[in-house]
């Protein structure tokens, strides 16, 4: 009995210390006027512990927008508090696994909290499919979800996602938050976006997958953010020539095939060196480092000042200021 209760007793604590945190978070965004940028996931599909895939949460009093939904990206933007109550829309960058695989957790977890309007996928041609396919994959958990906690609770017309197809250019204009896309360099992959983000005199920009362009460089030209997705281009070298000398070709070829369709390290020199940017931060990290030496090898060829993001982190730009907060 005594184990019973402490199991219980450790479970309470956990759940009420989970619901206080969110509650915190979402008081301190609440009072907060400006761009809070949270890194829900910092990896690539190359697995990396204590980090999920591609994921930025941006956030002002009045917005929540979620770019990219790799998986374990849902549970890290909960434990990080993030009010997905007030969620109105994913963007997708593109439709690589790693991008979209925790889409059906954000949607769940946003209607039990109260969102109150069908949760938006966007992004470019074929959002609507992979939108489509969502809802018939999860049409009979929505349909037990529904009959368990009953209508009044969950609106079952709220748990079905709705898609909007974009193109270049201004995609939203809503109370002073503006949102732009922008074609990136991802090939095969066409067309792939990045998106602007502005607020109260303060910009982010998030890359997405893509090369160095002279497009992401016009773009960033006086951001106060930028997010860049990076690799480290010896770490993926070394780890080709690794499976190949232990006989696995199919691995050796994915990590060749890789190394031409990522910002590498002495690519992003280019960014800092032609773009006026306040912060530039990498992410999706190709492969996210493990250790001092992985470190090492992202930041040997990067300037000073760049960093190396981590899941949880928190970048935030308060209003009609230059300040850039890093918790």
Request: negative net charge.
């Amino acid at each position: 009995m005594k184990i019973i209760f402490f199991i219980l007793s450790t479970i309470g604590v956990s759940l009420f210390s989970a619901g206080a945190d969110a509650q915190n978070s979402a008081i301190s965004t609440a009072s907060f006027d400006g761009l809070k940028v949270t890194l829900c996931g910092t990896s690539s599909p190359l697995v990396a512990p204590g980090r999920a895939q591609a994921c930025v949460a941006v956030e002002t009093p009045e917005h929540l927008y979620i770019i990219d939904a790799g998986s374990g990206s849902s549970a890290t933007a909960t434990l990080s508090g993030i009010p997905t109550g007030k969620l109105r829309a994913i963007l997708l960058t593109h439709f690589h696994s790693d991008h979209i695989s925790d889409i059906g957790d954000f949607n769940l977890s946003s209607w039990v909290a109260g969102r109150p309007m069908p949760l938006q996928i966007i992004g470019p041609e074929g959002v609507e499919r992979i939108t489509e396919g969502l809802n018939m994959t999860y049409e009979l958990d929505r349909k037990y979800r529904v009959a368990h906690h009953g209508q009044e609770l969950l609106d079952p017309e709220l748990g079905i996602l709705h898609s909007h197809t974009i193109e270049e250019g201004v995609i939203l204009d809503d109370n002073g938050l503006r949102i732009t896309a922008f074609e990136v360099s991802h090939p095969p992959v066409e067309p792939a976006f990045g998106y602007r983000i502005d607020y109260g005199e303060r910009s982010v920009v998030i890359s997405g997958d893509s090369l160095v362009t002279d497009k992401i460089i016009e773009i960033s030209d006086g951001v106060d953010l930028v997010l860049h997705d990076a690799m480290a281009l010896q770490l993926v070298q070394g780890a080709e020539n690794a499976a190949r000398s232990f006989g696995n070709s199919r691995r050796a070829t994915v990590l060749h095939d890789i190394q031409d369709y990522h910002a590498t390290t002495a690519d992003l020199q280019r960014l800092v060196t032609e773009a006026d940017i306040g912060q530039l931060a990498l992410y999706h990290l190709v492969p996210a480092p493990r250790n001092a030496m992985g470190i090492a090898a992202f930041t040997r060829e990067i300037p000073n000042g760049i960093i190396l993001t981590e899941d949880g982190m928190v970048i935030a730009l308060p209003s009609n200021s230059e300040e850039i907060n890093i918790d």
